[in-house]
């Protein structure tokens, strides 16, 4: 006999679950390069669709089909009946997506670390090995009735099964890949690599903060009964809870240690309560969840530092951190802040350390976190290795610099609407900490010579012409242009630019990491004027841009020796004329 309510309410959670992956691609692409956009994309959509035939074909059997110790058995295409481990009133199929959607989550965290230098090719062969080997044996260890399992190890939603998971294979192959083109210099002191999008990266936080609900709370697979509907909502509770303590904890340790708060650093700070919460969320009370939050917060600020500063390992957004550490830590903190007993095949486990209940379930939580993070540092060490040996892991230096959106799909940037990759992939950052100019496929020696064409030498009017440009905030645009537009100035050019003024020795924090902020947008204005007196120009621009603070802009004049408008002819002053 199915259950209406459970059945549904394992189906919404995989909704819920499934849809974690535009979170991911929203946080993966915000902190990363815009030159990289379109490949996050790609990942993090390819990982979803090659991990689901693979976990049909290999891997729901590899950790389900029986109740083995260390692994369960090959079932092709999963046709067995799973009986013993389908969740009561729950059919199979809806177990078995809700499973999968878990899979592909534990995938998805990679492609995070090894951003921006990985290998497209690559990228989907060891997505596909985590998908059918790697997360299913330890997942039998802990869900699918393994050695885990009858030891009495709680990782009650995936702190360890999915999070820790993804995080250690990111930690294997962000190692073995090696950091991106720039990020240490030849100190070996990191330099910040700001990512190109936080307003996406936030709208990635707020799904998956928002998706993680059914993450936890699906993981009842049940809504049948009083006890189970206490349960959820506690869950939910604890969940929220843990996030939003963590994401005020890390708010506060940046602004101590940065002087101001960080905001990519608090956005992980967010998801590192998300993921400590998830191994105990049933268990813990409201007051246990906000310390796991806290704990968290400490643990993803200090531990991205020293995986950055101190191990040397390039992790774009951070995932290593959270996913990794803040996995490890939550598990751990089960056999801390568990307030309740709960039965597995053994026995009855005691509540945690802090409740009474002795060093037993923290001893059990310790084993099962070290044996999960050997058996994955074995098995991504094997892959990563393999595929480095045969098609190559990392993308060549020249792709890399150029952005892996044009290298690997052809894509020219994944906002033509609204930025050229010119400017963004014409220099790169070396290992020196200097600017490397990216030539096309076309050698300089072989390209066709500039030939300029000699014309009749046309003489302008007598009247002076002069050309100002104006370098400013983009802000103060529209000002400026409605006060121009009062004194008979309608024509102008506009670019949006990147540079830097004396700003240039101001240092801000990304990440923990010092930056010395230049390449800052402005906008370039270009005017050129005739009648209209300069020096009422320039009393204009310097009454409307003036602040007193550094970056007002600048003001620079020149002197135009003949204007020609193209589609006339006319020169001199007629060309300023649009009139018919």
């Not at 090995?129 to 790697?134: L, R």
């Not at 709960?342 to 009474?356: C, E, I, R, V």
């Not at 242009?481 to 924090?509: C, H, P, W």
């Amino acid at each position: 006999m199915y259950s209406s309510s459970s059945t549904l309410w394992v189906l919404i959670a995989t909704a819920l679950v499934f849809f974690m992956q535009a979170g991911f691609a929203m946080v993966e692409g915000g902190l990363t390069r815009a030159k990289n956009a379109g490949n996050i994309i790609m990942k993090n959509l390819m990982d979803f669709a090659i991990g689901t035939p693979i976990y049909w074909l290999f891997g729901f059997g590899i950790m389900f089909a029986t109740n083995n110790a260390f692994i369960g058995a090959i079932d092709f295409l999963s046709q067995g009946a799973y009986t013993d481990i389908l969740p009561a009133g729950v059919p199979k199929y809806a177990f078995f997506i809700f499973q999968t959607v878990f899979c592909a989550t534990a995938a998805t965290i990679v492609s995070g670390a090894m951003a921006e230098r990985t290998k497209f090719l690559a990228y989907c062969m060891y997505s596909a090995a985590i998908s059918a080997v790697v997360y299913p044996i330890s997942g039998h260890w802990i869900w699918g009735g393994g050695w885990l399992a009858q030891l009495g190890f709680h990782d009650f939603a995936g702190s360890t099964a999915v999070h820790m998971v993804g995080g250690v294979a990111s930690f294997v192959g962000a190692k073995i890949l090696g950091p991106r083109i720039g990020k240490y210099d030849e100190n070996g002191k990191s330099r910040a690599i700001p990512g190109h999008n936080l307003t996406n990266a936030a709208l990635g936080v707020f799904i998956l903060w928002f998706c993680w609900f059914g993450f936890n709370g699906g993981s009842t697979v049940s809504a049948e009964g009083d006890a189970t509907l206490a349960t959820l909502g506690s869950i939910f509770f604890t969940t929220n809870l843990a996030a939003a303590t963590a994401t005020v904890a890390v708010m506060i340790i940046t602004w101590v240690r940065y002087k101001k708060p960080d905001v990519s650093m608090t956005l992980n700070g967010s998801l590192a309560g998300l993921v400590a919460i998830t191994a105990g969320t049933d268990l813990v009370t409201p007051v246990g969840a906000a310390a796991i939050g806290i704990i968290a917060g400490f643990i993803v600020v200090f531990g991205i530092e020293f995986i950055d500063k101190v191990l040397k390992v390039d992790d774009p957004v951070g995932a290593i951190g959270v996913h990794g550490m803040c996995g490890a830590a939550g598990t751990l903190m089960v056999g801390l802040f568990s307030a309740t007993e709960y039965s597995y095949a053994g026995g009855t486990m005691p509540k945690g350390l802090f409740y009474g209940g002795g060093l037993q379930l923290l001893g059990v939580e310790a084993i099962g976190v070290f044996s999960v993070i050997a058996w994955v540092t074995v098995s991504m060490t094997i892959i990563f290795t393999l595929i480095n040996k045969t098609i190559g892991l990392r993308a060549s230096r020249e792709d890399e610099i150029m952005g892996l959106d044009i290298s690997e799909h052809g894509l020219e940037t994944a906002y033509a609407d609204f930025v050229s990759s010119d400017y963004v992939n014409t220099f790169a950052l070396t290992a020196t900490g200097k600017e490397e100019p990216v030539t096309g496929t076309v050698p300089i020696d072989k390209a066709l010579p500039v030939q300029i064409l000699t014309a009749k030498t046309s003489t302008a009017s007598d009247i002076k012409f002069t050309k100002i440009e104006i370098i400013m905030k983009q802000n103060k645009f529209e000002a400026l242009k409605n006060a121009l537009d009062k004194v008979g100035i309608t024509g102008m050019t506009v670019s949006n630019v990147l540079g830097y003024g004396l700003q240039g020795g101001r240092t801000e924090f990304y990440r923990g990491i010092e930056v010395e902020t230049h390449l800052l947008p402005k906008v370039k204005v270009e005017i050129v004027v005739s009648k209209i007196p300069v020096r009422t120009v320039i009393d204009i621009v310097k009454k409307v841009l003036y602040t007193g603070n550094i970056g007002d802009g600048k003001i620079f004049i020149y002197d135009v020796e003949n204007i020609v408008k193209v589609r006339t002819g006319e020169e001199g002053y007629e060309a300023l004329q649009d009139v018919e």
